[in-house]
């Protein structure tokens, strides 16, 4: 009976292996394409990671070629799916990567001529063999947009115009005041140059910063960000 | 030797080590992920942190230190409950900030004179009722339960400043109206935010959970590389279970850590319908409608499931019970083991994610992580609290009237709001998963700007009426903004019906 039950435990153990091998095998692919590939992409940025704080006795630092590997891996995922992935010439893409047990995230941001496609990125994670799952995808492929400064309003041009339901908020960093993106929604085809701002809504209760979207080109709003409330549900 | 081989037996041996261990009646909960150091995240847990800098508080709470459930936080006897507690990572031993966290009081802006500093001990000591206790409890939980996530194995995303206002500037003309804001600035600039509100006898800024459960959200965002959970949500909609899943994750965070199992005692005293001692939510089990799936998302004419509190409950009970089941195999590690498999399930979680991806997302992490042999049990978690196993395809799609209305929600006077009134009616014999309404502008001519709704679970037979005497007002609908000197005349709107176990169908107006 010990000797059956050992054979059948020999015989999972050996099919799981095979099983393992197999897929192992089906995610190794040629250098050639990865180089075709990063010759297809120019890319943004040199794979960057996220800095970490002065931590609390904790590793300081994540090992760099653990995310170079995962990298690697995604481009490699990305080259081959062309379908899902047809990164058109005119955008760039950028890459960080996060480090978690399953694996390593590698999230690429989308670019047009230096300025960030909001809502357009892609998730991988690189598990621990190599193996890339596709957490989400959010790249389409959306015509060029026109970028002429020329025509460009200023955020105070466009503030003159804003009625009292909005106000700059206070806390406004240097950084941000020339904060210009490319804004595709969810639910439109249609990508619109943006400034992003932190305003206040004078009619809140709760008067929170939030960010808001509006055209550098009509100064009209596109969309706005609500910071999450709790409570609201529930007043005293 | 090939790497290849060497993979392969790699993972026979942690095959058989499990089988090994399992066919001994031990349970495994790390054949798959990395081991994890928990006498480090014991040491966080029970806030034995080491560094040059101390406060004095009381933790988590007056009340749960006490155990007196009337105390409050002028009572002489709160400060007998004061303990010395760990401020590590401080950037400057005068200032409570380091290269991420950053606490102030009322606004990014306030002067660092205003701001707490340490007596001549090197101690950050006010009594509890002074704002400045605020900002050391903020520091020194935050700081905790950052420890602990990336101690767990999670790098989170620290390439913007995460700023705390204790007593945020900006409040109602009632100052004891309490409240608590994250704010990720979504749209990739500015630093996150955390803002709490409302001065009174149980203020918010007096207990860690408030800092723990914010936390939370940006711990999601952060895990989830910032891709949208609750885009929908970020964006304006009422309801999303996105909505859900981000409260139901920073409700157990804040729950697990603590191992209480329950929220906000202190907190739930400045709000009506709450006995002195009732938490504001829990995550064990209660004998309350919040142990149920259909009471709490089948959708209600009322409204009163379009709440992501309630759906957000429910959710925390689930994993509360993937909690117990780990804890129930190994008593001193499991409680870490599934932290750490919660949290990887939520870094897989899609853009605007659903109950239904939360339950694959925890299947995926457990079988990368402990080799699956949780997967009954996370499934019975959910099954058990009235989650369908299988949802049965509906045999029809759901039948939709609507028509575009104007209203008065444009948020400036250069725009034109526009929203849709509607009958959404479920003539199946099957439920239909989780409804929703997106509004789409095909050819452009005006923005989808609170773009997405949902609705919850729609019964056979039900219908969602909003907009209209008796609805629900159009608070609940999509909104989209077009120009004042735009002719509206033939811009097409799309009104998208998506559901969970059935094909998405469009309805097109023209303006």
Known sequence: MRNSTARHLLLIVLILGALVFFREEKSNLPFKELRELEAKIKWKSQPTETQMTTDYNLKTSFENDLSEKAISSANQFILNNPKLFSIQKHHQLAVKTSSNPLGTHVSYQVYQDGFAILGMNIDLIVNRVGLVRLVSNQYRPIDRIKVDQANWLTVPEIFQDQTIKFKLSSERSEEEKDNVAIWISPNSSQPELVYVVSVVDTQQKQKVPGQALFSVITGQLIARHFPRSEFNEKPL | MTVTTLKIMTRFIHLATLIGLVSCGRLVTECGGAPLNIERLQAIQSTQFQSNSKAALVTPNPLDASGNVYLQALDSVVGSFTGAYFLPGLMNSNRLENNFLKIRISSISDSLDSLATPNSSGEFSFPISDIRYGQAMAYHSLSAIDSYVEALGFQTDKTRPLYVMVKAEGSTSNPAEVNAFYNHNIFESGPREIR???????????????????????????????????????????????????????????????????????????????????????????????????????????????????????????????????????????????????????????????ISDLKEALLYADQELNCGIHSRSISAAFTSRGFPEEVS???????????????????????????????????????????????????????????????????????????????????????????????????KVLIRIKIENGPESVNEVIL
Do not use: M
């Not at chain 2, 504001?280 to 379009?306: C, H, M």
């Not at chain 2, 609507?402 to 929600?409: F, L």
């Not at chain 2, 989780?434 to 095909?442: C, G, L, S």
């Open chain 2, 393 to 491: 395809n509906l045999s029809k799609p759901l039948s939709f009237q609507g028509t575009v209305v104007g209203t008065n929600q444009s948020p400036t006077e250069d725009l034109r709001a526009f929203s849709v009134q509607f009958v959404l009616r479920n003539s199946n014999s099957q439920t239909a998963r989780n409804v929703r309404i997106a509004i789409e502008a095909p050819n452009g001519g005006f923005s989808p700007y609170v773009a997405e709704q949902a609705y919850g679970d729609l019964g056979p037979g039900k219908t969602i009426t909003v907009g209209g005497t008796g609805a629900l007002p159009l608070d609940y609908s999509v909104i989209g903004l077009v120009s004042k000197t735009v002719n509206l005349r033939g811009i």
């Open chain 2, 196 to 354: 709490i509100f409302g001065e009174t006898q149980h203020s918010a800024w007096q207990d860690r959970d408030i800092y723990w459960h914010e936390f939370g959200h940006y711990v999601l965002e952060s895990v989830t590389g910032s891709r949208g959970v609750d885009l929908a949500g970020d964006l304006g909609a009422s309801f999303t279970e996105g909505s859900a899943i981000h409260e139901c994750f920073a409700d157990y965070g804040t729950e697990s850590l603590s191992g209480r199992g329950y929220i906000g005692r202190w907190l739930a005293r400045n709000f009506e319908g709450y006995a002195p001692g009732q938490p504001l939510r829990v995550a064990y089990d209660q004998s309350d409608e919040f142990q149920n799936f259909r009471s709490v998302v089948n959708f209600d004419p009322t409204g009163k499931n379009l709440d992501r509190y309630r759906l957000g409950e429910w959710c925390s009970r689930v994993l509360w019970d993937i909690r117990t089941q780990l804890v129930s195999e190994n008593q001193e590690e499991g409680r870490y083991y599934a932290d750490r498999t919660i949290l990887a399930a939520a870094s897989l979680l899609k853009r605007n994610t659903s």
